[in-house]
Every structure is written in C-alpha cells, then in structure tokens.
C-alpha cells in the first residue's frame, strides 16, 4: 500500500506493538473476524493486510494448509516474520505488496478464504481490491471484512454521516496518526455487493473481558457506540 495507506516505520513499529493486545484490535475486532472466520482446516487463506502476522499465527495456529500474508509496510512484515518464525515450514508466505495494485502473484480461484481486518477503509481503489480478491477465491470461498464503523466513525469525527472525507485518527504520543477514509454503510455494503459478494454474517463487535482488563475505558466505549463492522461475505 502507499505511504497513506500502510503504517510505515515507526508507525508501523507502534502498530504492531499495539495489535498484540490493545482493547481495539487484540479484543474487540479480533475475536469477532475469527469467530466469522470458522473452521479453516486444510484451507489456502489470504490475509490482506496482514499487519504483524498476528492473524496469519492464529490461521496456522487453526489449521490452515496454507497462509499468504499480504502487506505494504516492511517494517510490519519485519514483525509478521519474527512473529511466525515457529510456523511449520512451507505453511506461511509472506509478500510485500501495495494493495492498491491488482493481486497478479495469485492465481484465479487459488485462495479458500480471504481476511482483510481493518484495511478496507485505508484503500481509495477499493472497487478494484474487492474485484482482486472475487477473482482469486474459488467459487463458494468467502471474504471475512472489518472496517471502522460508519456510525462511530460519523460520531467520531462529527459533521455530515455523508461526508465520505479522509481523516486523522491521533495514535500514541508521538504525533502518529492513522489517515483512512470514513464511508457510509449504504457505500460499504453496496461496494461489497456490487463486486458480487453475497452477505452471510454482519456483526458489530463489542469489547471482550479481555478488552476490559487492557483497557476499561475503551471496553466501555465499545459498548455504548459501535467501533468497527465485521463481514463474513460468500463468491458465488
């Protein structure tokens, strides 16, 4: 991905620290994309936007025959790596690559499932992404999306719901700040829809018991305004 949609050096760094067991991604989003997810035994599964690998371990972990991790930032790739350096041979490859751009190391119909948590509303080219990932699953394979919720996202950051604008989401101390864009739901699920996926599952995740030990305060914003949208989608 480019520069506004991966997270690059240190803010890569301070990413992939913080996935490992924030309130947010570790214990709210998270429990929620693998629950969609199910049973990948003996599965090829694709994580787009595969961050520091903490998917890509949970899908082997799970029995996946065969995990692509696909992500544009190299210092999160760096992590992933260090992350699955336990995983059986053979069972993980790694790519960097900008997903902005079409999938043109993966065959039609090569990929069982897709993953992409969190990455959606980072693209701009998001109606060729989607079109990408239709073409590399085999029919009656599936996409499991998370994505920023619109509703928490227009709560967030004020204005018009319809206001499609990108925006800054301050992280750490450091003057980082995640750029995504915000999108309505009526974009979000028509996009996916019109790319020809057939919805199975919607949730809206709420913070864990775990989330609340990490970080009480934001478990309890998780309960009282929806934080992210997770999709569990089938190619016909």
């Keep these: 991905m480019t520069a506004e949609t991966a997270y690059h050096g240190p803010l890569g760094e301070l990413f992939a620290a913080q996935a490992t067991d924030s ?22 599964v694709l994580d787009l936007g595969c961050g520091a690998g903490h998917y890509a371990a949970e899908l082997v972990a799970r029995g996946a025959a065969a995990v692509t991790g696909v992500d ?19 069972r993980v490859a790694l790519h960097l690559h900008d997903l902005e751009q079409p999938l043109g190391f993966l065959s039609d119909g090569s990929a069982d499932l897709a993953v992409a948590a969190l990455v959606h509303h980072h693209l701009e ?8 990932v239709h073409r590399v699953l085999r029919p009656g394979g599936a996409l499991v999306l998370s994505t920023t919720h ?44 019109a ?11 709420r913070g864990t018991d775990a989330a609340r030990v990490a970080d009480e ?20």
């Design 72 to 90: 544009g930032s190299a210092s999160l790739l760096d992590a992933a790596r260090e992350r699955l350096a336990s995983a059986p041979a053979g």
């Design 150 to 193: 619109p509703t928490g996202d227009w709560v967030g950051f004020g204005g018009s719901y319809f206001d499609e604008e990108r925006v800054r989401l301050p992280m750490g101390d450091g003057g980082h700040a995640l750029v995504y864009r915000r999108l309505t739901l009526e974009t979000v699920i028509g996009e996916l829809l």
């Design 125 to 132: 080219r998001r109606t060729e992404f989607l079109a990408e």
């Design 23 to 44: 309130a947010y991604n570790a214990h709210t989003d998270r429990p929620a994309m693998l629950e969609l997810v199910g049973d990948v035994t003996d599965l090829h």
């Design 195 to 205: 790319a020809g996926f057939v919805l199975e599952r919607l949730r809206e995740p």
């Design 217 to 236: 305060r934001r478990w309890r914003k998780t309960h009282q305004q929806p934080m992210f949208l997770a999709l569990r989608l089938r190619r016909p």
